[in-house]
């Protein structure tokens, strides 16, 4: 089976309630190349494609996405 998307991830702090913004910052590709950043921390997650702006999310509306 093909390998169809992978992630790589980063992180600027080990403590999380230190790190600011984005504490960890996820790259998404599929075979065409990028296609996005997920922006996780404190106060939620945020995701941005391309240029455009990022879509946050708390933890409780990412919740109940889910």
């Known amino acids: 089976?093909?390998?169809v998307h992978s992630a790589k991830a980063s992180m600027k702090?080990?403590?999380l309630s230190k790190a600011g913004d984005?504490?960890?910052v996820i790259n998404a590709?599929?075979?065409?190349?990028k296609i996005g950043k997920l922006?996780?921390?404190q106060g939620g997650v945020a995701?941005?494609?391309?240029?455009?702006?990022?879509?946050?999310?708390?933890?409780?509306e990412?919740?109940?996405?889910?």
């Open 47 to 60: 995701w941005k494609v391309g240029k455009s702006k990022k879509r946050r999310y708390s933890w409780t």
């Open 1 to 3: 089976m093909a390998k």
């Open 39 to 41: 922006f996780v921390g």
């Open 62 to 66: 990412l919740a109940k996405l889910l």
């Open 13 to 15: 702090s080990l403590d």
């Open 22 to 24: 984005s504490a960890i």
């Open 29 to 33: 590709f599929n075979d065409k190349g």
